[in-house]
């Protein structure tokens, strides 16, 4: 068949804007590079006690040997406007990453100078920055327009990627926060991690007890038992959101799902896979 001169442009064209499909991928035509990104885990902790779980969820992934290149911060307090009580994950984030956290509850400020010098580290090395909230879009507008101010050659659209999961998430995120993310930052909303087969890994669980003997790594054990205790400590306490799945005696780690999702792993069926495929 006969190709004119404009047919032969728009195939070459195409070409070049399709996405590289390199191991690992996600679904978006960026994925993560695991040499120059940084990844932050920005976790409400309010009024619901998942992100406690998420928590040792993330501990648990980055202790994996094909995780532990990753450069990744966990940030606690990242909330919105919705009201109730916080959750502290401070003794829990203590015993599993030590000190390498920011506590945007206890000074949203300096937090966010400690996340600006890493996400400066990044971008100028020529790594992107992956925001999983697991909560609010709030600190990131706060990040994204340090960067701005800070670093104005940065476009946002192309090197701040924002990975969502949840309606309600959405819905207690200020109106103008939300907006503005959205308009700036390249901003992926994923199907919601707390439902199973919907695209996402479901990581909400009811009675789900198993972790206790897949689990015989003494630190991993450590940490899961924490979370587990934290939780059932705060869960529905004083008008906490009482989490249906925790006081059943399960486990919800719903926010990893967006993690996943940034590390292509959104294959992940389950909490029962995770903990198969990642316990020790």
């Not at 300096?110 to 879009?137: F, H, R, T």
């Not at 926010?255 to 999702?261: K, R």
Request: with cysteine.
């Amino acid at each position: 068949m006969k190709l004119n001169r404009i047919s032969v442009f728009s195939c070459l064209l195409a070409l070049t804007f399709l996405p590289n499909l390199s191991s690992g991928q996600t679904s978006s035509s960026t994925r993560f590079d695991m040499e120059k990104d940084l990844l932050l885990v920005q976790m409400d902790c309010k009024t619901d006690v998942d992100d406690i779980h998420t928590a040792a969820a993330l501990y648990t992934l980055m202790s994996q040997p094909d995780f532990q290149g990753v450069n990744y911060l966990p940030v606690a307090g990242t909330y919105g406007v919705q009201e109730g009580l916080y959750v502290s994950p401070n003794e829990l984030l203590d015993v599993a990453f030590g000190k390498k956290w920011a506590d945007a509850d206890a000074d949203r400020a300096k937090a966010l100078k400690e996340v600006m010098k890493k996400a400066k580290k990044a971008l100028n090395s020529g790594g992107d920055i992956w925001i999983a909230e697991a909560g609010q879009s709030d600190f990131s507008a706060l990040l994204i327009q340090e960067i701005q101010k800070t670093m104005s050659q940065i476009k946002p659209s192309e090197r701040i990627h924002v990975v969502q999961h949840s309606n309600w998430n959405e819905k207690v995120t200020s109106e103008e926060a939300l907006a503005f993310v959205k308009a700036t930052a390249d901003y992926h909303k994923i199907p919601d991690g707390n439902a199973v087969g919907n695209g996402s890994p479901g990581f909400r669980t009811p009675g789900y007890t198993q972790w206790q003997t897949q689990l015989s790594d003494p630190k991993q054990l450590e940490v899961w038992q924490l979370a587990v205790k934290i939780g059932l400590e705060y869960n529905g306490v004083e008008g906490r959101y009482n989490n249906e799945a925790v006081a059943e005696n399960g486990l919800d780690f719903s926010d990893l799902s967006e993690v996943c999702y940034i590390l292509g792993l959104e294959e992940i069926k389950d909490t029962e896979e995770f903990f198969g495929r990642f316990a020790k």
